[in-house]
Structures are given as C-alpha cells and as structure tokens.
C-alpha cells in the first residue's frame, strides 16, 4: 500500500486543492483527443486520493508537458506540474498502462542514451527500444517498422549512424547524478536536503 509523503507534498505545492474542475486545462491540451482520461480528470483523481487511477492512465505517458494546461488554468494549479509528479511516481513505481509500455520504453532508452554520450545516438535509441520492445510483446512487425527508410534517411544526412559525444558529459552526468539523488530521496519520502544530511 502507498503510503503519504513526498508525493502529496509535491502536489500539494502545485496547488492541487484549488482545482474545482472547471475544465479549461483539458480544452486547451494539445494531447487531449487521444487522452483516455484528460487533465482535468487526472487532476479530479490526484485531488480525492485515487492516485492508483492516475498512474495508470495513459494520458500521463502522451503529455507532453507544454504548459498549456498550467497557462490556462483561472486558479493557478501548476496541471503540468502535476502530471509530471503523477508520470515520476508511476516510473519509480514501475507503474505503465499496458497500452503504454512501449511508450515507456521508448523514453528509458532515450535517457539511457543521452546519459551515455551526452547526447542523442539514434542507432542506439533505435536498436534498445526495438529489442526492448520485442522482448516484451514478440510484435515481429513492430521489430521491423520503418526499417526500409535508414537507407534514405542516411543518404540525406538525418541519420548519423555512428551518432556523436558531446564534449560536456561530465555535466550530463552530474545532472542525472542530481535527479538519481532527488528520485531516490522521494521514493524514501525525504526532501533532496533531509536526504542529503542522512
Ligand atoms: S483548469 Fe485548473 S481548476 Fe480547472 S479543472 Fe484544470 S486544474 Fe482544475
Ligand atoms: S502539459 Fe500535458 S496535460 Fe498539460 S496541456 Fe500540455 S500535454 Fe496537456
């Protein structure tokens, strides 16, 4: 059973107990047509505590964090702040609407690989979230979807096959570092300073 910390103080801050579910967060969500549940009602579930309803939406996995939501909003609840503190829990939670794990997977091998050269290599994103992928659903079409377009895609030079390093790893890798020690400290539901001082 979850218990309270981290995460109610965190939306807490995010104003969550203002909401009175007027809607216009979800009108104005780019995302919101192909949402199972919109804003709005993420924001409804998190207010009364059904928070195991809000991990496993889909619609935590497709925001994609443009702020509309937060803009619009007549009594200053941070929406996307929330959806982003809902989709931390689900992943340290290891929480996913099936409909949404290869979504997920997607975005582990993305930061794994930013966090390995500093910057995006395609061919490694591509080769983790297809095995990856495969090795959770068997989906041999999926393995094999867009394959035929590398050829065109590297004759134009929108594909680097060897990818690149970028010259400030070490700041990458601090910053993951930082955000490691930060999860880390939620999941024990500690502030990154009770963490920090033990
Ligand atoms: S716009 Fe604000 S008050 Fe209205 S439903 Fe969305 S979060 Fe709640
Ligand atoms: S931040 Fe997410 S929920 Fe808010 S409007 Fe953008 S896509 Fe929709």
């Known amino acids: 059973m979850r218990k309270a910390g981290s995460f109610d103080k965190a939306v807490s801050a995010l104003r969550i107990e203002r909401c009175y579910q007027c809607g216009k967060c979800s009108a104005g969500c780019p995302m919101g047509s192909v949402m199972d549940a919109p804003p709005h009602r993420i924001m409804q579930w998190v207010g009364r505590g059904a928070i195991d309803r809000a991990v496993n939406a889909e619609s935590i996995w497709l925001c994609v964090s443009c702020q509309t939501c937060t803009a619009r909003c007549p009594q200053t609840v941070d929406t996307a702040g929330i959806m982003d503190e809902v989709r931390a829990l689900a992943w340290r939670e290891g929480v996913c609407s099936p409909a949404m794990v290869r979504t997920k997977l997607f975005l582990e091998a993305f930061l794994d690989s930013v966090r390995r050269h500093g910057r995006l290599n395609e061919t490694e994103l591509i080769a983790k979230y297809k095995i990856r992928g495969f090795l959770s ?9 867009d ?11 929108k594909f680097r096959l060897f990818g690149g390093k970028s010259g400030d790893r070490d700041v990458i890798k601090r910053i993951f570092d930082k955000c490691e020690k930060v999860a880390a400290a939620e999941a024990n539901d500690k502030t990154p300073k009770e963490a920090h001082h033990g």
Do not use: C, T, V
Not at 147 to 157: D, F, N, Q, T, V
């Open 137 to 145: 659903d068997y989906k041999m079409a999926l393995l094999l979807k």
């Open 147 to 157: 394959s035929m377009l590398a050829p065109r895609l590297i004759k134009r030079g």
